[in-house]
């Protein structure tokens, strides 16, 4: 059994993970990181980085090193019903500057960055092949952790341990931290395409129980997000590549050429969805970050970046915590404080769009699009909407006469008491 001894523990290199261990070897604190994959992940996720996100890997001096051959800047989304016809646009360019837009990676360009970034620090220990075991702990304290590493048996002395390590973490298993975890009915098949068609600007259509996302991406190519139930994608691809296309041409037949160019399922992943809840995310000596403490469903547009701020909180706290030597749950918890209003406001948000998006109640799909025209008339409200969706919102967008007026239930009585005054 080996034994070794570190300030922080981190469990899983993933959103959150790798983002801490990199923050925190930029403030000098030796960190460890145990990942249970056996190296960098490969498989087809693109990335969407909201402008929250970018502001953190601006700070780590990542943002503007990300290869220009594998990012793509977008600033118009349009929502649009099944068929085609426009609903709503948002467009990032009305948010401040120089975060005013969203940025579209190639699969795993981002996370590769910070990845690659961390192998530089040497303050830092990047473990891949890791397995995490159990905690130890001294009079009801968390002191360090156990795991298995290839053959190996390792013992680590940790002040804090970070469970960063997904939906179904072990270490907040292993807390004894109760969660509400609940996998929604519908997952996502995710594709990237050639832009037979060259498209600049993202699309998102929804119907009776049917969503499809179009977004632009590097070289060429286009990213689809497809809602399909869960469980099914083994039965998507048994039904063939062609029935795939002529549903999705279904929704958009303007885009025709491009579903043509999906040749291999290779091209192709499922995307599960889920949400937890808990009721803390800290313990003495312990703290959960990103889906181990709060996964949300990916209508918020926010799972990958709301685990990328936590990170950056946290790293902000440790080092008082270092230099009081004071790794109580008490202190700990101010991080959680920060951080659990705009991760329940979204999670809630996300549970609002899920009801509404995929529905196949006609009632509720014509109150949607009603929405979405309104948004569309409306600049007040659609900010919000926008602003929310980039990260930068830590309250609710709407408020009850918000919604009554989005629904069209009533005037927006904002806009006609500038038009009164002659405010455009």
Request: glycine share 10%; aromatic share 10%; with cysteine.
């Given at each position: 059994m080996v034994t070794e001894e570190t300030d922080i523990a981190v469990v899983?290199?993933?959103?959150?993970?790798?983002?801490?261990?990199?923050?925190?070897?930029?403030?000098?604190?030796?960190?460890?990181?145990?990942?249970?994959a056996p190296g960098p992940p490969q498989g087809l996720r693109g990335e969407i980085l909201q402008p929250n996100g970018q502001h953190v890997l601006d700070r780590l001096g990542l943002l503007g090193r990300l290869p220009v051959e594998s990012t793509r800047t977008v600033q118009k989304f349009h929502f649009?019903?099944?068929?085609?016809?426009r609903l709503?646009?948002?467009?990032?360019?009305?948010?401040?500057?120089?975060?005013?837009q969203a940025v579209v990676t190639l699969p795993n360009?981002?996370?590769?960055?910070?990845l690659n970034a961390i192998e530089d620090e040497s303050s830092v220990s990047l473990r891949y092949r890791s397995a995490f075991t159990g905690l130890l702990r001294e009079n009801g304290r968390v002191v360090g952790l156990t795991v298995k590493q290839g053959e190996d048996s390792v013992t680590v002395k940790a002040k804090v341990v970070v469970g960063a390590d997904g939906a179904f973490s072990k270490v907040r298993e292993a807390l004894q931290i109760p969660a509400d975890l609940h996998l929604y009915p519908q997952g996502y098949l995710i594709a990237i395409v050639d832009a037979a068609v060259p498209i600049s600007e993202a699309k998102y259509f929804v119907g009776k129980r049917t969503i499809l996302g179009m977004f632009p991406a590097a070289g060429n190519k286009v990213y689809l997000f497809y809602m399909i139930k869960s469980g099914s994608y083994d039965r998507v691809k048994e039904q063939g590549i062609a029935a795939l296309q002529e549903s999705w041409v279904a929704i958009d037949p303007a885009s025709e050429a491009i579903f043509r160019t999906?040749?291999?399922?290779?091209?192709?992943?499922?995307m599960p969805t889920g949400r937890v809840r808990t009721p803390t995310w800290v313990a003495d000596g312990a703290v959960l970050i990103g889906d181990a403490a709060h996964a949300m469903n990916p209508h918020a547009s926010q799972g990958r970046m709301q685990a990328m701020v936590d990170a950056v909180t946290l790293a902000d706290l440790l080092p008082e915590c270092l230099a009081t030597n004071d790794?109580?749950?008490v202190i700990l918890k101010r991080y959680e404080d920060v951080r659990r209003p705009q991760v329940t406001m979204l999670q809630q948000l996300a549970d609002e769009q899920v009801l509404f998006w995929n529905t196949a109640n006609p009632?509720?799909?014509?109150?949607?699009?009603?929405?979405?025209?309104?948004?569309?008339?409306?600049?007040?409200?659609r900010y919000r909407v926008l602003s929310t969706?980039?990260?930068?919102?830590?309250?609710?967008?709407?408020?009850?006469?918000d919604r009554l007026m989005a629904a069209g239930l009533l005037p927006d009585y904002s806009i006609r008491d500038r038009a009164v005054r002659g405010i455009p």
């Open positions: 899983g290199a993933g959103g959150g993970g790798a983002v801490l261990a990199l923050a925190l070897a930029q403030k000098g604190i030796n960190t460890i990181v145990f990942e249970q649009c019903r099944v068929g085609g016809e709503c646009t948002v467009d990032y360019s009305e948010l401040p500057p120089p975060y005013n360009v981002a996370h590769h960055a910070i999906l040749t291999d399922w290779k091209q192709t992943a499922f790794y109580s749950a009632i509720i799909a014509f109150l949607r699009d009603r929405v979405f025209r309104t948004l569309d008339r409306n600049a007040r409200l969706t980039a990260g930068l919102r830590k309250e609710p967008p709407f408020g009850l006469m």
